[in-house]
T-cell receptor, first 114, second 114 residues
């Protein structure tokens, strides 16, 4: 069974802290994605990685960075957490077939920044 | 720019009745369209997709979707709703050509009442 796992289901951090969200997939997919989900706004793409060490900004990259040192792992970094980054964060992966295939999602991390 | 719209924040339906969750799209070129479902406290799960071919697409859990090019719509349907279908539903479209990125709608909450 294919799997995308995220390091934490719930996370509480303080303003100004550096936060790491980890995502691991076991499907050998080249593509990995980080989304943010907010009520009424749907899913918004933060960053996209199409290969190891390769990344592309999404629609809302400000305040975030990413790291992809290994194919199976994609990390989202909040350099200095702020309260407006309180949200649900979803990781996904997909094969590189020009959008023909679906994305596989992890269970999400609900981050609260106090 | 590519976009999708889900005009209804919530859809209520009685168990056993047919259900429709609406989605309209705006793309340049041929649309690649997807439906995903999110059950409470879970990540998104793929339901179905339209790439080309038959306008009626069948997917998981008895769902189907009808692609209508003239109305630029891709509505999700099910002949007989179940209480267990209650969830958040997202429509998505491929973000341009030669990409694996998706643009998601804002989501529609489906509530099926016994």
């Amino acid at each position: 069974d294919v799997k995308v796992t995220q390091s934490s289901r719930y996370l509480v951090k303080r303003t100004g802290e550096k936060v790491f969200l980890e995502c691991v997939q076991d499907m050998d997919h080249e593509n990995m994605f980080w989304y943010r989900q907010d009520p009424g706004l749907g899913l918004r793409l933060i960053y996209f990685s199409y290969d190891v060490k390769m990344k592309e900004k999404g629609d809302i990259p400000e305040g975030y960075s990413v790291s992809r040192e290994k194919k199976e792992r994609f990390s989202l970094i909040l350099e200095s957490a702020s309260t407006n980054q309180t949200s649900m964060y979803l990781c996904a992966s997909s094969p590189p077939i020009w959008g023909l295939g679906e994305q596989f999602f992890g269970p999400g991390t609900r981050l609260t920044v106090l | 720019a590519q976009s999708v719209a889900q005009p209804e924040d919530q859809v209520n339906v009685a168990e056993g009745n047919p259900l429709t969750v609406k989605c309209t799209y705006s793309v340049s070129g041929n649309p690649y369209l997807f439906w995903y479902v999110q059950y409470p406290n879970r990540g998104l799960q793929f339901l179905l997709k339209y790439i080309t071919g038959d306008n009626l697409v069948k997917g998981s859990y008895g769902f189907e979707a009808e692609f209508n090019k003239s109305q630029t719509s891709f509505h999700l349907k099910k002949p007989s709703a179940l209480v267990s279908d209650s969830a958040l539903y997202f429509c998505a479209v491929r973000d341009g050509r030669n990409t694996d990125k998706l643009i998601f709608g804002t989501g529609t909450r489906l509530q099926v009442f016994p």
